[in-house]
């Protein structure tokens, strides 16, 4: 089977997506455990646990999006403009993020420093959540006219199922940023992320349990590949042993593969997400013909054959740099002048 | 109000506010380059000192130039969905670039630079102060080329879709150097350069004046001065080169950058003035035959005015003319200032002139003011066009937005706004005020755990 351009692109989507969640989702699961420690010491080691990374991890969601309009403009205008108050919600997300992590730490005052840790705190669940949303909606489907354009409301968006997705977004951040700062802490911080880690994951399996139930019933085209291909049913057995895995592996203090075994679920996991859709990139259940799919929403085939060639020179000089930046700030948090 | 117009202010807040950072990178990116650049080369504390101090301020303005830039990439998909359907195919892939080759190397070394002083070597951290300034760089030519496009489209077909015409890309190249992106990228970096040199030249006169650090702020004083110049003279050539892109490419927007109503041979230049737009006059100085010869190297061919451009193809006028005026005189200013300036250091005078030193101190302003006329004249002199003569703005915006969506998100962005530029300015200034040694000491506190 050759892979055409539009599928070839929907890959690299794909990727980008993939490399936003494993990376910026422990940015926001610190986020969101932040509130939870209670020292402005261990807040700092928590917050520069992250320091030199979240910038680059959030360029990923760039990429999410700047990779949606070249390759699929009409996808990119539908989305954006249909969900026009939820981006609006990201956007106030990831901009109060931002600057609570940049002006937090600039002033000795408890009481500065409370605002922004609850700023940061917040921000952070809010963007979780609001993707969560997003997810939820591009799974279930959303109802589109002939023009492409989404008729419903803002209220719409938030369906029983939608939410449980989000949640679970949430849930899955959490787990995650906890393992990444149990790896990136020593001392006394550590004994602390030692206390969130199983509640954690505690709150991700039940989510996990809600979610795959509920996708059973209420969006059961994403099961549909996975019946007719038992090779590709593999793939949630695959993600049920290794998120099981990660709990044995914190047990055992294995830090680094716990995380490792975090990112490999969350590859397992977008994967279904992406089987189950494909080829469609929007899904409107009430009138299929009105959906969005990566063949009519695409660029032609010639850009998508030029953009393949940019991601193809410029991905391996992103991870190379990449792969440097965390390999100079490997190993245990430590303040200094430098530090947030 | 509508929809089209409360997409079109929001736009412009949006950007307006995002582009108070931008040039800050890039010319402090360059002024980091050059200051390192020195320490390296002369192992003088004071410009290793120096340096730190300007990566500290970088970083603020980083910080929220990535914030407020996030905002633009979803910018076009919400408000601006035809028009996304219409330029998606050709400009995708100048964002898509920009991504990847700008963002990341800003991004990714960015955290060497500040946090990275202690983990890297001296040459390596210069490595990736050179990193993060050619991505800041990197990030102006992407967005240049595709806002280029909009102004003057190359390399393309119109093709028609079940929603609507879409451009086509038919030659990449074509639409990379289209006729205005090259003269409109070294006009806005030397923008940027401008802010940085004038950033730099402002804070060191501040020094000067309070006679604390002194012996960095005149470096820093020379290094700003001297890259003002410089830049400044370049961006004389600049100018005329982008003028004359318009004049050949889009002459509605040149007749009304200079208020050219009425068609005639010789055809004058106000340096400064005002339009009159009832009676379709400019009041103020004008040099006969100016525009003519800057046009067409002659005295005597009169430039297109508007009279020859349909009435529905007319920009707004005064708002156009006065946008770019006001990026000229800031201009003129500028080089007053550097060149008083450069005049006073090279004879020494420069410390007991607190008047001139004060302008400096505020002059940090002018860069500001003249880019964000520039782009206001380049922007709206486009108008009623959102991509030149193939798609107009009000064609551009999502049609399925309601007003009260709108009003809510541009209160939304207001309030946002405001306190980040509050914040901005609050700990900016802080950060001047502690100034680079009071940074090295505020070092050896953390480095003893005892306090």
């Not at chain 1, 969601?61 to 108050?85: D, E, H, M, R, W």
């Not at chain 1, 939410?163 to 849930?171: E, H, M, N």
């Not at chain 2, 067409?296 to 009279?307: C, E, F, Q, S, W």
């Not at chain 2, 193939?390 to 541009?410: A, C, D, F, M, N």
Request: with cysteine; proline share 4%; net charge positive.
């Amino acid at each position: 089977m050759i892979i055409d351009a539009n599928t070839a692109f929907y890959f690299v989507i794909g990727i980008a997506v993939l490399m936003y969640v494993m990376l910026d989702g422990f940015d926001l699961g610190v986020g969101a455990l932040h509130l939870f420690a209670k020292t402005d010491e261990e807040r700092r080691i928590f917050l520069n646990a992250i320091g030199p990374v979240w910038d680059g991890n959030e360029v990923w969601i760039i990429i999410v999006v700047g990779g949606l309009f070249a390759g699929f403009p009409n996808a990119y205008a539908t989305i954006l403009s249909g969900f026009y108050s939820l981006f609006m919600i990201l956007i106030a997300g990831f901009i109060f993020r931002a600057a609570a992590i940049e002006f937090r730490s600039k002033r000795e005052s408890p009481r500065w420093r409370g605002l922004w840790d609850f700023v940061f705190c917040a921000a952070s669940l809010v963007v979780a959540f609001v993707i969560g949303i997003l997810l939820g909606n591009l799974i279930q489907g959303v109802p589109l006219d002939a023009e492409q354009n989404y008729t419903g409301d803002f209220f719409n968006l938030f369906s029983p199922y939608v939410l449980i997705v989000a949640l679970f977004a949430l849930s899955l951040c959490t787990m995650h940023g906890a393992i990444y700062l149990y790896m990136k802490t020593e001392g006394e911080a550590h004994q602390t992320v030692r206390r969130w880690i199983n509640p954690a994951i505690g709150f991700f399996l039940i989510a996990f349990f809600l979610v795959s139930l509920a996708t059973f019933f209420t969006a059961p085209h994403m099961i549909v590949p996975m019946r007719e291909n038992p090779l590709l049913g593999m793939i949630p057995l695959l993600a049920l042993v290794t998120i099981f895995s990660i709990p044995m592996l914190i047990k055992r203090e294995k830090a680094g593969w716990a995380f490792i075994s975090s990112c490999v679920s969350i590859l397992l996991l977008l994967s279904l997400y992406q089987i189950g859709t494909y080829p469609y990139l929007i899904y409107s259940p009430a009138i299929p013909e009105n959906s969005l799919t990566i063949y009519n929403a695409s660029s032609t085939e010639k850009t998508l054959k030029t953009l393949l060639l940019i991601v193809a020179i410029g991905i391996p000089l992103v991870l190379a740099y990449g792969f440097w930046v965390y390999r100079i700030f490997r190993g245990k948090v430590k303040l200094d002048s430098s530090s947030y | 109000m509508d929809v089209l117009l409360l997409s079109r202010i929001q736009f412009a807040i949006n950007i307006c506010f995002h582009y108070l950072y931008p040039p800050i990178s890039i010319g402090l990116g360059l002024m980091l380059v050059i200051m390192e650049g020195l320490y390296l080369k002369t192992k003088l504390p004071k410009y290793r000192e120096m340096t730190f101090f300007w990566i500290k301020i970088f970083a603020l303005v980083f910080a929220i130039g990535v914030a407020t830039g996030l905002v633009q990439g979803f910018a076009f998909g919400t408000n601006w969905a035809r028009f996304s359907r219409f330029v998606g195919d050709v400009f995708g892939s100048a964002l898509a670039s920009e991504g990847i080759f700008a963002f990341f190397l800003e991004a990714g070394f960015l955290g060497i630079l500040i946090f990275g002083k202690d983990r890297v070597g001296p040459k390596l951290h210069y490595l990736a102060t050179i990193c993060v300034c050619l991505g800041a760089h990197f990030s102006a030519v992407w967005i240049i080329i595709a806002n280029s496009w909009m102004q003057t489209p190359a390399g393309f077909h119109i093709e028609q879709t079940a929603t609507g015409p879409r451009a086509v890309i038919t030659d990449f190249w074509q639409m990379v150097f289209n006729p205005s992106s090259m003269d409109r990228l070294v006009h806005t970096i030397f923008g940027c350069w401008l802010t940085g040199a004038f950033f730099v030249m402002s804070v060191a006169a501040f020094y000067l004046l309070k006679k604390k650090h002194q012996e960095i702020a005149r470096s820093m004083m020379k290094i700003g001065l001297t890259v003002s110049l410089i830049v400044l003279g370049l961006q004389l050539f600049s100018g005329d080169r982008s003028a004359h892109y318009v004049a050949k490419h889009q002459p509605a927007k040149f007749a009304a950058l200079e208020g050219v109503y009425h068609t005639a041979p010789s055809t004058p230049m106000n340096i400064v003035g005002w339009i009159d737009e009832k009676k379709q006059q400019v009041h103020g100085f004008k040099i006969s035959g100016l525009l003519s010869f800057l046009t067409y190297r002659n005295l005597i061919d009169p430039v297109p005015g508007l009279d020859q451009i349909p009435r529905d193809e007319w920009p707004n006028v005064p708002l156009v003319f006065h946008s770019y005026h006001i990026m000229i005189l800031t201009w003129i200013a500028m080089l007053f200032v550097s060149v008083f300036g450069f005049w006073a250091l090279f004879r020494g005078t420069l410390e007991s002139k607190k008047k001139l030193l004060w302008i400096m101190v505020f002059s940090v302003l002018l860069p500001h003011i003249g880019q964000q006329a520039g782009w206001m004249a380049a922007e709206t002199g486009r108008q009623p066009w959102i991509v030149w003569k193939l798609l107009r703005t009000s064609e551009g915006v999502s049609h399925k937005l309601s007003k009260g969506q709108l009003i809510g998100s541009i209160n939304m962005f207001v309030v946002i706004y405001i306190l980040l530029f509050s914040l901005f300015i609050f700990l900016l200034d802080r950060k001047i005020k502690q100034g680079p040694e009071e940074l090295a000491l505020d070092e050896k506190l953390y480095r003893d755990p005892g306090k």
